[in-house]
Every structure is written in C-alpha cells, then in structure tokens.
T-cell receptor
Framework: NAGVTQTPKFRVLKTGQSMTLLCAQDMNHEYMYWYRQDPGMGLRLIHYSVGEGTTAKGEVPDGYNVSRLKKQNFLLGLESAAPSQTSVYFC???????????????FGPGTRLTVL | DAKTTQPTSMDCAEGRAANLPCNHSTISGNEYVYWYRQIHSQGPQYIIHGLKNNETNEMASLIITEDRKSSTLILPHATLRDTAVYYCIVRAVTNSGYALNFGKGTSLLVTP
C-alpha cells in the first residue's frame, strides 16, 4: 500500500516550458487535491476533484490545468511555466464521507519545481 | 471554518510530553478539531481529530475542554523526529472536499 505518490520529485523548467505532474493513490479515495506551498507560507489549494471525470478550481487556479481520467490519478499541468510557479506542489486524497470525511487528507511527498 | 490561534513556537526536551495548545473560541457545535503536522520538506500528516470527547491514538492524545473553546494535542514521549510544524484546524464534516486552512501552526522543536 503505497498511499499517495507523486512524480517527479524534482524538476527545473525554463520560463514558457510545459510539464505535467502526476499524482497517484491506491486507497480508492474519491477526492483528490493539488496544493502549492511557498517558502514560509501555508498550503494553498490549486484545484481539486470530487470524483473521476470531475475537477474544480481552488484558491489559486490560474496558470494550471488538471485532469482526473482515472479515479486513482490526478494530473496537474503547467502549460507555460512562469517563475512565480516556483514552489513545492503537494497532492492529497481523501474519502468523501465518514466521521472524519474529506477532512482527513493523505498527502504525497511533494514535487519541488523551479522555474528559471 | 472557525478561527484557530496557536503559539508560534514551542520547545520540548526529548522524552518529555509535548503539550500543544489551540484556541478556537468561536467553534460551532458541528465542527471537529483536527490536528496535522508537517515535518520539514515533507507533506502534511494527519494526526488525530475529535468532536468533544478526548481522543487517543498511536501517535497522540487530544484533550478538548468541556466548553470546546480550546484543545491540547499531547505527544506523550516526544522524540527528535517529532520536530515539525503542528496545525490545528477546525471544520465541520459537512464542509468537506475543500482546502484545509493550515494557517501558520506551531513550530515544535524537540531537543536532546
């Protein structure tokens, strides 16, 4: 049981390049999330998904796109990377119901992205 | 989500109990108290949650005051690996599927 995994772990991009971050979970969770964390700051939600084939915008969605074609995977895309997108990106997943509900989120190890 | 207030930082000697307070005086009746921690450079980790009764699991204990306006996370025998930022979050179960507001949390330093 790997939990939540993210690939790649590190990446350096030049301004204007594109890339896709992959998040995978093996816990059969309905909800999945993408957050970013900048130095000295808390996590901010980029996009989230409440089920296969559905996505929604979070707090800071501009410059990112997402897709959830399979329940276990949640992809985050940067179409034209900018230096302001230098950050650590965390993926998380959770159940949709239960006593703790979606508030018990399981996080991946993060992807450290630098945009030059 | 109800607002929470935590001390910015705390120290604890290794092997001693670490008691991390959280104030949530505006908590509503249907809101739970959740605790997460983030060890440096890692993703946040869920620790424990509770509504009004004290809770204990393999990681920690959660003590919630009778009026539910504050709570304390207890790490009974802190180790160096418990050095992390600890976040207290108050949220209703029905308000699920959205961003958790981690705030600034308490930076706990466990010293030898």
């Amino acid at each position: 049981n790997a939990g939540v995994t993210q690939t790649p772990k590190f990446r350096v991009l030049k301004t204007g390049q594109s890339m896709t971050l992959l998040c995978a979970q093996d816990m059969n969770h309905e909800y999945m999330y993408w957050y970013r964390q900048d130095p000295g700051m808390g996590l901010r939600l980029i996009h989230y998904s409440v089920g296969e084939g559905t996505t929604a915008k979070g707090e800071v969605p501009d410059g990112y796109n997402v897709s959830r074609l399979k329940k276990q995977n949640f992809l985050l895309g940067l179409e034209s990377a900018a230096p302001s997108q230098t950050s650590v990106y965390f993926c998380a997943s959770s159940y949709s119901s239960g006593l703790a509900g979606a508030n018990e989120q399981f996080f991946g190890p993060g992807t450290r992205l630098t945009v030059l | 989500d109800a607002k929470t207030t935590q001390p910015t930082s705390m120290d604890c000697a290794e092997g001693r109990a670490a008691n991390l307070p959280c104030n949530h005086s505006t908590i509503s009746g249907n809101e739970y108290v959740y605790w997460y921690r983030q060890i440096h450079s890692q993703g946040p980790q869920y620790i424990i949650h509770g509504l009004k009764n004290n809770e204990t699991n393999e990681m920690a204990s959660l003590i919630i005051t009778e009026d539910r306006k504050s709570s304390t996370l207890i790490l009974p025998h802190a180790t160096l690996r418990d050095t992390a930022v600890y976040y207290c979050i108050v949220r209703a179960v029905t308000n699920s599927g959205y961003a958790l507001n981690f705030g600034k949390g308490t930076s706990l330093l466990v010293t030898p």
